[in-house]
Nanobody
């Protein structure tokens, strides 16, 4: 059994910063690519950022230059540093990861954490 648990969401003023964390737990053999997605009310879920096991990163166009994804492989944790936040960043943020248990790999989602950017 694998769990992805996000933390760090909350209410922040425009221009502010937040740092999200997502820790994977369970009988994990290895973790491949890790992702952050977000979903705003009435909108489709969108990719925010991706990081490979080796540290190569990719960002959605709307967050480039403001958000930074990183990971600590020893802690099975991925982070999302969000700076210069805008009201349009308001959404539920979800962690996603490709995880191998024994010899079986599959994709897992966290439960989500709310980020609200408002004055």
């Amino acid at each position: 059994q694998v769990q992805l648990v996000e933390s760090g969401g909350g209410l922040v003023q425009p221009g502010g910063s937040l740092r999200l964390s997502c820790e994977a737990s369970g009988s994990i053999s290895s973790i491949g690519d890790m992702y952050w997605y977000r979903q705003a009310p009435g909108k489709l879920r969108e990719l925010v950022a991706k990081i490979t096991r080796g540290g190569t990163t990719h960002y959605g166009d709307s967050v480039k230059g403001r958000f930074t994804i990183s990971r600590d492989n020893a802690k099975n944790t991925v982070y999302l540093q969000m700076n210069s936040l805008k009201p349009e960043d308001t959404a539920v943020y979800y962690c996603n990861a490709n995880i191998v248990l024994g010899s079986i790999g599959r994709n897992y989602w966290g439960q989500g954490t709310q980020v609200t950017v408002s004055s």
